[in-house]
């Protein structure tokens, strides 16, 4: 029997079990459809009593293992949720879901959305219409249809056309958009309606008419006249890398580096989630993960008005992660972490290489000289990277937790993929989007992201400052000269959301009060430094704006409930908002010194440029967790000194008489 | 003979020149000082015309080379600046600087500073007052003296007076700062006053009396517990670095690097400076290099209220540059780049390994994965980086051009080094400083960056543009569902200064409105992504704020005029305002179309914690410029595919039954 762990994933054998006992509660025969069977997580007290006696070598509580189960009858399409416990073999939770709540889509849902949408008559009518020469054929990516409260109750996709030369199966259709969209419905797998696209200034429709094809953009390499002058570049550890992985429980593993340690768990919605981090033993967060994404578009024009994407509730991170390749994703020493989901009819299956484990080099860590004795002190930087990549259709995100040696973490996004496009008349301009190819439009869009951070800074007890700058008043006694500034200290007391004020210099920080720092006696804390954004810009009222419950402020704080991990509501594909985190703080809980939730908010407002295209080069986001009166000194000061002895770099001769000038290694090169 | 160029730096032989011209105006026996002997780049019209030549390969304007030299009687400390035209070797302009203008300082200025403080009488007798250990011994810091209009005219010193323990010359003394500081004359070199800081509440000052020593904290690595799990990481280049070098003139350099060329000066008040940016053969910059810092201080209490550098006009970046070691300071394949300065007696002395310039790998640069088919496409994001560090007393600031292969061009700022700290009483804390060891306050700071763009898209005849993106007016023609929202540019029609708003997502351009992208029509240009930060603190009218002319907006744009290098002025050393860019902005110069050039603001409010000491980790701070409708798709398409044959990355195979667990190479790791 395999040791079990409250944190760690669920097991092939929990998740067929789990499906075994949601299909016992349907009498046989009854065709179920699986969304999503992942751990549940038991209440938050007891996994904190297990993880304290783990750590103390004392005798571990025995917790239950629970798997939360989404599926649907397929019959009816029907959706239900329930938690199911594998321990004792009994379902303790079953039941439809509300109204207007859908889980999210999968695999074998868009494959039969595909079907149903090319094979109906009307759309194949549609499609003649454009008269496309024989050597081009359709390709189509279904989207959520998303919400406007026009006939949206059931199920709905709605189809993105496009075409590509016959058979060039990865030729980029985005180049080649189709101004026609069948909408098609989910539980019936019937086309409901055909929307046609304006394709102008305004919101006018025009009948369809020959389509005229333009020429490709490939982004393929094969079709690039590649650079022939860039040299390899090669990371090597000759003695491996300086992390330690154990298991938890089965699929979970433990990460210890540098003085961090932590489990790294993966789920079919947030991916990677990290838990019970502590730094040289002591605890700094309970749990952290994206909660959600949420991308609205710009085109108020019927049917773009309904485009908004929430990759985590509608597809999943996990789902959507990527089979990573090493020397393709990550360069250097890398270690893998595979995961396990479950498929449509509750089995499990594998996911290969979904996080990759490396450390890297970012420059210098920190560097003093002594200008009298010229003696500098000087340390690199090195970090430990946990990435996932995700491809969301068009779009993809490299997503990154990274530590480092002075007691930092941060979240790295980058986005990349290929845009969202659209059809657009030659000749036209508008002012929602960007033409990046003669017929295609890449309307504005903004990425909000939620971080959902779960602190336990010295234990669980936590409340959320922030701290301003003002200047002194002038004043003939104190500050005379008018060049005196102050900072101070605001406490948080109502769960609430909170938004940065850089006149003010604005600054959260999760604090513990009753730890101070022995040198100076404030209470020790971590501060988040996040990029301030441009706040969702559909209006309040708006389907965009209510359901995308985190996008109109820089940070939600929430008082911790069980269960309450999703920021833009647990079910998100055709939300309609109410469920996520805005909602959940609206209770204005107290939450001074009390277990508290941060929801750090960040984003673009992506306007597309003639280069985002066919791929864009990645646009970089991140969110930094660093201490603030936490340790009693800089916690780097330990880093063994950067030193040619070992790391071991090469003088270049960059010699006007060589060849070419080019950089070569010099033949003296010290290798000490 | 060698070759010359317009823009190289002046050579050993052309600062002897200068310096025997300039004391050829003087009679025999006259001592002069040298403060600087530098490049007078000609104007920039005669230079365009040579650079356009020199792409042409056609033949070369003649033009003449200059110095520009700043210098001082020292039987009278009367300064000058003088430019000598090294070609005719006529000093063409010499003059007396005008009233409350001082050129920057110089290690034989601080030593002599240093000598007349510590043997001064009654500055011993101030001391005698500490009863200092015998054991412990004087470091001085002498510091700007800064301005407040109450008897500042004369040249001065404010020293900064340490202890630490007799004979250990790389103690950090900066952990022991004591409570009396000498005011030197630095024309005369002697003391003319002592001031007592204040250590309470308040500027209550306390007769100094016995000194107690706190514990020391030192940066040293025979000083930690240092690490013992730290691996080893070698970047490693087998083919050499994909750039050339070719010298440019006797000191400059031509740099290539994937479809990237530019000239690499130095001098002693910019440090490096970049020329003439070309990519693919089409200009895009004319110069650019950081132009000033400010760093104002939150103490308003005497003499803390003046407490303000400038460190390249007080000092001088080119001057401060650290001499950069092999497999310390970079890492990797590197190639270094030496300067020559100028010394106080006018010789040449050498400046070795200023710049090091190297290749990095900074993760992913775009990829796509075709869910149907799962074939990846994926390139990494190779980077050119140029790196210079500085010392400036007690800080570091680790300086970087970045290039990236999607037109990108980065500015990196680090800061790092020791903050500037002051006696503080045990037990006291105060709202404008962090106690970060017992008895030492870090005084909150500003710091502020100034980064000079003279841009040069397509041509010199740009305009700057700002994007502000807002929502539609609700409207049930257009925009029933409030959802859409629109991008929209404004033309910056005066030289002034220019303020981010986030709330509109305001990103600033520089456009060539006679170019257009052939793909949308849209003006070719690069924008500007730059932290907004809090502006300066000090209030309008205040020495610090009349001084520092940049540090109260985001970015000036000003029309190009000769000689306006500098955003505080061209003397900063005790300067009182008006000489800066916000002066040079104030004209109100037409700029539609014109040759402009961009100021761009940057920086931090530092509010030091106790992880800042004794050095502090890197605060880093980016500045990217990115072309915005310049190229007709992703530049960085033609990368070459990131792929295991090149990368050779290896596999970790971290096994619980391995030893240790710790993550070591797989055996059967591919080396493709």
Known sequence: MPATHPLAPVTPA???????????????????????????????????????????????????????????????????????????????????????????????????????????LLVQAEIAKLQLSPDLEIVMDPWGYGSDGNGDEPRLFQCLLYVRPKGKVDANHYAHPLNISPVVDATTFKVIRIDRMPTGVNGAIKEP???????????????????????????????????KISRVGELGQRLEWQKWDFIVGFNQREGMVLYDIHYEGRSVLYRISLSEMSIPYADPRAP????????????????????????????????????????????????????????????????????????????????????????????????????????????????????????????????????????????????????????????????????????????????????????????????????LDISRNRVFKIENEHRRNPINGLPVGYKIQVPDFQKILAAEGSFHHRRSEFADHNLYVTRYREGELWAGGQYTFQSRGGNGVRSYAARKDAIVDEDIVIWVSFGINHIPRVEDFPVMPVEMLRVHLKPVNFFTKNPALDVPPSSQAVNRSELLTCDDKAADSCCIKSRGSPRL
């Open 209 to 243: 008419g020959k389509f005229e094809m333009q020429p490709e953009s490939s982004y393929l390499p094969e079709d690039q006249d590649l650079r022939r002058d860039l040299k390899p570049l090669h990371v090597i550890q000759p003695e491996g890398a300086s992390f």
């Open 304 to 499: 773009f008005h309904r485009k908004h994407a929430f990759d985590l509730g509608d597809a999943g991170a996990g789902t959507m992660a990527n089979n990573l390749k090493l020397g393709c994703d990550c360069l250097g020493s890398i270690h893998y972490i595979s995961g396990v989901l479950a498929d449509d009819k509750g089995d499990p299956f594998d996911m290969p290489n979904v996080v990759c484990v490396h450390e890297q080099d970012n420059g210098i860590g920190w560097k003093h000289t002594n200008y009298r004795t010229g003696r500098a002190a000087i340390v690199r930087n090195r970090e430990l990277v946990l990435q996932s990549i995700l491809t969301v259709s068009n779009y993809e995100y490299i997503l990154a937790f990274i530590f480092n040696q002075a007691g930092e973490i941060s979240y790295e996004v980058r986005a990349t993929g290929i845009l969202s496009t659209q059809p657009i008349d030659l000749g036209v301009s508008v002012p929602f989007g960007t033409v990046v190819h003669p017929g295609v439009l890449a309307a504005h869009h903004q990425h909000f992201f939620s971080l959902r951070i779960d602190p336990a800074i010295d234990g669980h007890c936590n409340r959320l400052t922030y701290t301003d700058v003002e200047p002194y008043p002038h004043d003939e006694y104190f500050n005379p000269h008018g060049v005196g500034y102050r900072s101070f200290n605001t406490v948080v007391e109502k769960s609430g959301p909170l938004d």
């Open 14 to 120: 929990e998740i067929n079990a789990a499906a075994a006992l949601i299909k016992a509660q349907f009498s046989p025969g009854t065709l179920i459809g699986f969304k999503s069977i992942t751990l549940l997580e038991p209440e938050k007290p007891l996994v904190a009593e297990y993880l304290k006696a783990e750590r103390e070598n004392l005798p571990l509580p025995q917790l239950p293992r629970k798997a939360f189960v989404v599926y649907y009858l397929k019959s009816t399409g029907r959706p239900f949720d329930a938690n199911v416990n594998l321990s004792t073999c009994k379902v303790e939770h079953n039941a439809p879901l509300g109204p207007f709540l859908h889980p999210n889509s999968d695999g074998y849902e868009i494959m039969k959305i595909e079907e149903a949408a090319l094979s109906d």
